[in-house]
């Protein structure tokens, strides 16, 4: 019998899920939340351009370089104390948001929020390998991605809603501050109810990997984030050089410490895994569609004239689409076997070739054309629902459940570098095409070269993933690290848990 097999189920697995959950849906909420408020956030704090971009940037970019090390505190120091820690200095760093009085308090609260979420959000994924039975986990994966991107799309309609409503005279203060009960609710029903997981042979963080891995993603993703606003400076085009160089190190590292007998940010043989190489490269395509939510808002309210409230609204047929994918998963599965992924990737290609021929044929005048572009957004979400619970297990099966954190990083991180490449590669294209006009013909022409982009990365990964299901999925387990444990149920407050191993 293996280790997996051999240890006990959690018998409260789903309630904790349920909390757990609380930290996949925040992070993506509040990243998308702010698109229709930078608008009221102008007017009101009177932030310039170059500060509009920080307080989604800031955000953006401490969340992607921090994923994987969160996820690693998780492996080492238990998953529900890091979710809590993040939990609350989220809410902190939310409240910080919406009390601001300046453009730069904004800003240092959102990198706050970006830093914390980063400790929470991966909790949830890691935990599916180590509370969850091999039968429960396609269901588990199911729902998470079912949560994870029905908060993007949510984000976008609850923006609006609340600026529309001006709850209480809050005006976009109250997109963050509705993070504030949420937060309440999980911590109250949420610590009696967690127990700790973690993995067997916890060791100390490996703080010069994390220090490298964090410069490594830094050196990427803030040049691709920063580098387009700031008209393409000198040092972007140096850190973008600099991050090959700072992986190479990073990598180097991770190996010499791996064969000293350390502990690693980054186990390298697990990354050797085979075909994990190619799945990850699949999740780079995957999220390529990140700027595809902001151009279509700017579509939707500069060249249709939306309303914020309807231009929010329209995000909804997105929405339903992505909650219904990922249920379908199973039935989907027994129709096509290991091509559920590259399945639900073609669908969201052709809901997007469709929605760009329906953008070059709808006159550009002060309507929304709510029937023609239901059909299309309902597709591309349910594409996307159906893909990304099997684009999780395709990456976190591949290795051993003692390092679930750290691969849900690593997944995480992957899917952030991917929305940054969109939001610069594909953002870029679109405001270059765009110029100096902004008339609505102007718009509805660089959004529809836009979806073309959109759509031959999401083809290119849908090959890649269709190649890849061709293969057998190999069975990863790693002797350094075995399967997580439940720490015993008598744990006190404040006491280490002890695995099944008896080692801390």
């Known amino acids: 019998m293996s280790n997996l097999e051999a240890l006990p189920i959690e018998r409260r697995r789903w309630a904790m899920f349920v909390i757990l959950l609380v930290g996949a849906f925040l992070p993506p909420l509040d990243f998308f939340i702010v698109n229709v408020a930078l608008p009221s956030i102008q007017e009101d704090l009177g932030t310039a351009a170059s500060a509009e971009q920080l307080v989604i940037s800031s955000y953006a970019g401490l969340y992607a370089v921090t994923l994987i090390t969160g996820g690693r505190l998780g492996d080492l120091y238990g998953r529900g104390r890091m979710f809590f820690l993040g939990l609350i200095g989220f809410a902190a760093a939310s409240a910080m948001c919406g009390l601001a009085t300046s453009p730069w308090v904004l800003v240092a609260g959102r990198a706050l929020q970006g830093l914390t979420a980063a400790i929470m959000a991966p909790q949830a994924l890691a935990s599916v390998q180590a509370i969850f039975p091999e039968s429960e986990k ?237 059909l299309p957004l309902f597709f591309i979400g349910f594409g996307q629902g159906l893909a990304l619970p099997t684009l999780m297990r395709m990456i976190t099966s591949r290795v051993a459940p003692g390092l679930s954190g750290m691969i849900a990083g690593i997944a995480s991180s992957t899917l952030q570098l991917s929305t940054a490449l969109s939001v610069a590669v594909i953002g870029g294209v679109f405001y270059t095409l765009l110029g100096a006009r902004h008339d609505e013909a102007a718009i509805a022409h660089a959004f529809t070269v836009a979806l073309l982009c959109i759509a031959s990365c999401l083809a290119a990964g849908a090959g890649l993933s269709a190649m890849l299901a061709r293969q057998s999925r190999p069975s990863a387990s790693l002797p350094a690290e075995s399967s997580a444990t439940p720490c015993p149920k008598n744990l006190k407050r404040g006491e280490p848990c002890t695995t099944e191993s008896g080692q801390n």
Not at 144 to 169: E, H, K, R, T, W
Not at 184 to 206: H, I, M, N, W
Not at 326 to 335: A, N, Q, V
């Open 138 to 374: 396609p269901l588990a994966l199911s729902i998470y991605g079912a949560v994870f991107g029905l908060a993007s799309v949510v984000g976008q309609a609850l923006g609006g809603v609340l600026i529309s409503l001006d709850v209480m005279g809050l005006g976009w203060r109250a997109i963050f501050l509705v993070n504030l009960p949420i937060v309440l609710l999980a911590t109250l029903f949420g610590v009696p109810l967690l127990r700790e997981t973690r993995a067997r042979q916890a060791s100390k963080l490996d703080l010069l990997g994390t220090l490298l891995s964090v410069l490594t993603l830094g050196a990427l993703i803030v040049p691709l984030i920063e580098g387009r606003e700031a008209g393409w400076p000198l040092w972007s085009w140096l850190t973008l050089l600099a991050a090959p160089i700072l992986a190479m190190q990073f990598w180097r590292y991770e190996t010499r410490l791996h064969q000293a007998g350390g502990a690693p940010l980054l186990n390298p043989i697990a990354l050797q895994t085979p075909g994990l190489g190619c799945a990850l490269l699949v999740a780079l395509s995957f999220y390529m569609i990140g700027a595809f939510f902001l151009l279509l808002s700017i579509y939707l309210q500069g060249a249709l004239h939306a309303s914020a409230l309807s231009a929010g609204l329209m995000f909804l047929p997105f929405g339903v689409g992505f909650l219904l994918g990922p249920l379908s998963t199973t039935p989907c599965k027994r129709l096509l076997g290991a091509y559920v992924n590259p399945f639900g990737m073609g669908l969201e290609v052709l809901g997007l070739l469709a929605l760009a021929w329906l953008v070059t044929i709808t006159p550009t005048h002060p309507y929304t054309p709510s029937g023609q572009l239901t």
